[in-house]
Antibody, heavy 118, light 108 residues
Framework: AQLVESGGGLVRPGKSLTLSCAAS????????MAWVRQAPGKGLEWVSY????????HYAPSVSGRFTISRDNRKNSLSLQMSGLRVDDTAMYYC????????????WGRGTMVTVSS | EIVLTQSPDTLSLSPGERATLSCRAS???????LAWYQQIPGQAPRLLMI???NRATGIPDRFSGSGSGTDFTLTISSLEPEDFAVYYC?????????FGQGTRLEIK
């Protein structure tokens, strides 16, 4: 099982950025998927998760209304559209596959770094 | 939102010693929906335990989890050099998932 994130970079406050995650080696379409972030030197913060068919999407209060999670089961890919970025959104963003029955993070990618700075 | 509080913030022990890490939830976790992760600096987290007491695939049996309701414990019976890392608990009792702030396990 492998997850590879991409799309990170340096962006100005208020701007938008889209992260992608390519999945391989497991049955992507039958697992919930999530994004988790970690600010430099800080702990883990759950950002969002999406169900198999995208019927449900859940967000942390800190990103609700600004971030949108989506998936393409034909392409085994997960995305996170981030808008209205703030300095405190600066973090390593990890893509994760949730457990087959419950919402723990079973498989993790290596992450992609997002830096929001003027 | 369920708040998870881990203690201690930092634990200093020597290889071969026993480590006990605590995670307390602000309310009862349904079905003990608590996971533990290990994170070595510069790496992604790794899943250790699910359902409070069930080891994830490939996790050595020196790791064990216990607890129920609001109080949970991760125990490492005899520390190996590769166990010195940061440990996080995570609850999945609610759709709004939360993590504890982490416990840093350092070499004494």
């Amino acid at each position: 099982a492998q997850l590879v994130e991409s799309g990170g970079g340096l962006v100005r406050p208020g701007k938008s950025l889209t992260l992608s995650c390519a999945a391989s080696g497991f049955d992507f379409r039958n697992l919930y998927m999530a994004w988790v972030r970690q600010a430099p030197g800080k702990g883990l913060e759950w950002v969002s998760y999406i169900t198999y068919t995208s019927s449900e999407k859940h967000y942390a209060p800190s990103v609700s209304g600004r971030f949108t999670i989506s998936r393409d089961n034909r392409k085994n890919s997960l995305s996170l559209q981030m808008s209205g970025l703030r300095v405190d959104d600066t973090a390593m963003y990890y893509c994760a596959a949730l457990g087959s029955r419950d919402n723990y993070m079973e498989v993790w990618g290596r992450g992609t770094m997002v830096t929001v700075s003027s | 939102e369920i708040v998870l509080t881990q203690s201690p913030d930092t634990l200093s022990l020597s290889p071969g010693e026993r480590a006990t890490l605590s995670c307390r939830a602000s309310e009862t976790l349904t079905n003990n929906y608590l996971a533990w992760y290990q994170q070595i600096p510069g790496q992604a987290p790794r899943l250790l335990m699910i359902g409070a007491s069930n080891r994830a695939t490939g996790i050595p049996d020196r790791f064990s989890g216990s607890g129920s309701g609001t109080d949970f414990t991760l125990t490492i019976s005899s520390l190996e050099p590769e166990d010195f890392a940061v440990y996080y608990c995570q609850q999945y009792s609610r759709a709004l998932i939360t993590f504890g702030q982490g416990t840093r396990l350092e070499i004494k």
